[in-house]
């Protein structure tokens, strides 16, 4: 899952080069790893609630995703200005705190068994991580020399990935346990791995507020009379952020379901593909860096745009041919253990755990396009795209409902029309041609 920032601040460093920062470079840079595992536990809260609540309709479960991406969309631009007021160490502080009343929230929403208190939960850990993806950015680049700033942001980026691969893999374990069979069982094993989280999130804050970090000024935005209607390609990279994020988080958040009800494969094994349909856009992400050298990104776009919609389509016409996979499990009871486990699963699910592979580079080769040719108006169009990662708020809740009318295979239809918009998006949508005409 795409790393994603929000806001439209910008700043300059006082960086000090013989000062050591390499104590509060390692917390920020664990962050990026907290990020990902906090935003990946979704997917396997998604069927425990569902085994919780008894909750059988689709659309409902998917609200746990439209609570926490609808935050991006709310906070993303909001976040640059609470920045911009209160100062960057201050808003890691205040990211981390809400980060961490929100993730304790969940011990009464369990105690109590109340799926409305989850949800605002969810929402408010949402608020928290986007003020911290505003603030975290340039600190990560100021702790160190600013030509290997983007080292460090790509270092970040590998945890992020790594935690979005094991996080299911150890989310699974915890909270998908074979043996939980009443839903207060179920609410208490999702207390502990969250009280862990929370505790972590809080010592990383205290820790931040007292150690000395270099002081971020926060640069007075240029004023432009531009306006977002100018940007064709702008509005339409903004679209294509929308759909990629939503289809993205859309495959994650029902992969378990739909492999669990329609194929019988348990959820402590479904977590686990999860994992590997995370862990293909981990690997995806190093070939993309890779080819993206040479190829361009509109072109890289429309390649995995088509290859995803393939793969999204031979989902959907339900090839029953059965494939072995070795899949990495974990195990609690009576010790820690990772074993691998021989899994057969038809070739028409495993095709949705590919499309991972091909989502990886999707973010990078979108968001140029999108801002390329704005000049002074960089900022704000970056901020209106941070924004649209509201997406993954909407296409889940959207393929949720269809998939309670017409079933699993079919609701992926959802996902083909995102990719379709992405290849509009790849080949049309990001030509910036009528800007050049209007400068001649």
Not at 354 to 366: F, H
């Amino acid at each position: 899952m795409a790393s994603i920032g929000g806001g439209n601040s910008t700043s300059s460093s006082n960086y000090d080069s013989s000062k050591n920062y390499s104590v509060p470079l390692s917390l920020l840079i664990g962050l990026f790893f907290m990020i990902g595992f906090i935003t990946v536990m979704n997917d396997v809260l998604i069927p425990s609630l569902k085994g919780v609540f008894n909750i059988t309709e689709n659309w409902k479960l998917m609200m746990i995703q439209f609570c926490f991406f609808g935050a991006y969309g709310i906070m993303s631009i909001p976040a640059g200005s609470i920045i911009a007021k209160i100062g960057y160490k201050k808003g890691l502080t205040l990211a981390l705190s809400i980060m961490g009343t929100g993730l304790f929230m969940f011990v009464p929403a369990a105690s109590l068994l109340s799926f409305e208190l989850f949800l605002v939960a969810l929402f408010i850990v949402a608020c928290g991580l986007t003020i911290l993806q505003v603030a975290i950015n340039p600190y990560i680049i100021s702790l160190g020399r600013p030509e290997t700033g983007a080292a460090r942001l790509n270092l970040g980026g590998a945890l992020n990935s790594t935690a979005t691969f094991i996080g299911p893999i150890i989310g699974g374990a915890l909270i998908l346990k074979p043996g939980l069979i009443d839903a207060v069982a179920k609410a208490d094993a999702v207390k502990g791995p969250y009280i862990v989280l929370a505790l972590i999130t809080i010592a990383i804050g205290v820790l931040l507020y007292f150690i000395t970090l270099p002081k971020l000024e926060v640069e007075e935005e240029v004023k432009t009379t531009d306006s977002y209607g100018k940007y064709k390609h702008l509005l339409f990279g903004s679209g294509a952020i929308f759909f990629y994020v939503g289809a993205e988080v859309a495959i994650g958040s029902l992969l378990i379901l739909y492999l669990h009800k329609e194929f019988g494969v348990a959820e402590k094994m479904a977590s686990s593909l999860v994992a590997y349909y995370w862990g293909s856009a981990m690997i995806g992400r190093f070939i993309g860096s890779a080819l993206g050298q040479t190829i361009k990104a509109n072109v890289m776009l429309a390649a995995v745009s088509i290859g995803a919609i393939i793969l999204v389509g031979l989902s959907m016409v339900g090839f029953a041919t059965p494939i072995h996979i070795p899949v990495m499990v974990m195990n609690t009871d009576p010790s820690f253990s990772l074993i691998f486990v021989n899994q057969s699963i038809p070739l028409a699910a495993f095709c949705l755990v590919l499309v991972g592979l091909l989502n990886s580079v999707m973010w990078p080769c979108i968001f140029p396009l999108g801002i390329a040719k704005l000049g002074s108006f960089t900022s704000k169009g970056s901020g209106l795209m941070c924004s649209m990662i509201v997406g993954g708020a909407f296409i889940p809740l959207i393929q949720g409902a269809i998939a309670d009318s017409y079933g699993y295979k079919f609701s992926f239809i959802v996902c083909v029309a995102c990719y379709l918009y992405l290849l509009f998006f790849a080949l049309k949508g990001h030509q910036t041609d009528y800007l050049d005409e209007k400068t001649k």
